[in-house]
């Protein structure tokens, strides 16, 4: 069954903790992305990476951080820099970068009290 | 930084009624996505247009992309209660490798 994994669905944390948001994929997909959706926008990017051990800055970057060691594998930190990390986080993967359909992960709900 | 607006934020229908969203940009696109996330889901992709003026149809669903490649819209004929979610397009522009989302439509259908 192949897909996008995201886990877990629904995370809480206090404020001034790191947390890692986890995205899998098994579809041999080349580049992986992260979003985060706010109510009443649209999904900003965060980071992208097109190959493995490389990764850049999308739009809002700042107090997050990604690895992409493994293909199949893109995790996201929210560290304690980021001002407001309450939000819904979407992992995507495209079979490679630049132009190709994205296929979108369940999401990941963060509470940040 | 880049931008891509969408219109309306929120739009509902009778069913059987149709509905259209639009997308503009003040610069030339490369290429335009667009994509639907039903309520509590994940966007899913449905179709990509790269060349000026092209038409694509899905059922009841009609894509285009303008002679000009700045503006895109999604037509839905009769809407049903199925069509519910919110609908976003993603550009991209020739400079740079991401696709930029607009802030997507909310489409109600009335039953």
């Known amino acids: 069954d192949g897909g996008i994994t995201q886990s877990p669905k629904y995370l809480f944390r206090k404020e001034g903790q790191n947390v890692t948001l986890s995205c899998e994929q098994n579809l041999n997909h080349d580049a992986m992305y992260w979003y985060r959706q706010d109510p009443g926008q649209g999904l900003r990017l965060i980071y992208y990476?097109?190959?493995?051990?490389?990764?850049q800055k999308g739009d809002i970057a700042e107090g997050y951080s990604v690895s992409r060691e493994k293909k199949e594998s893109f995790p996201l930190t929210v560290t304690s820099a980021q001002k407001n990390p309450t939000a819904f986080y979407l992992c995507a993967s495209s079979i490679r970068g630049s132009g190709y359909e994205q296929y979108f992960g369940p999401g990941t709900r963060l509470t940040v009290t | 930084g880049q931008q891509v607006m969408q219109i309306p934020q929120y739009q509902h229908v009778q069913e059987g009624e149709d509905f259209t969203t639009y997308c503009n940009s003040s610069t030339t696109l490369s290429n335009i996505q667009w994509y639907k996330q039903r309520p509590g889901g994940h966007p899913v992709f449905l179709i990509q247009?790269?060349?000026?003026?092209e038409v694509k149809k899905q059922k009841r669903l009609t894509f285009q992309f303008g002679e000009a490649k700045k503006n895109s819209s999604l037509h839905i004929t009769a809407t049903q209660t199925t069509d519910v979610g919110t609908y976003f397009c993603?550009?991209?522009?020739?400079?740079?490798?991401?696709?930029?989302f607009g802030t997507g439509t909310s489409l109600t259908v009335i039953p």
């Open positions: 990476s097109q190959i493995v051990n490389d990764f």
């Open positions: 247009l790269v060349k000026s003026g």
């Open positions: 993603a550009g991209k522009w020739n400079t740079g490798n991401q696709f930029y």
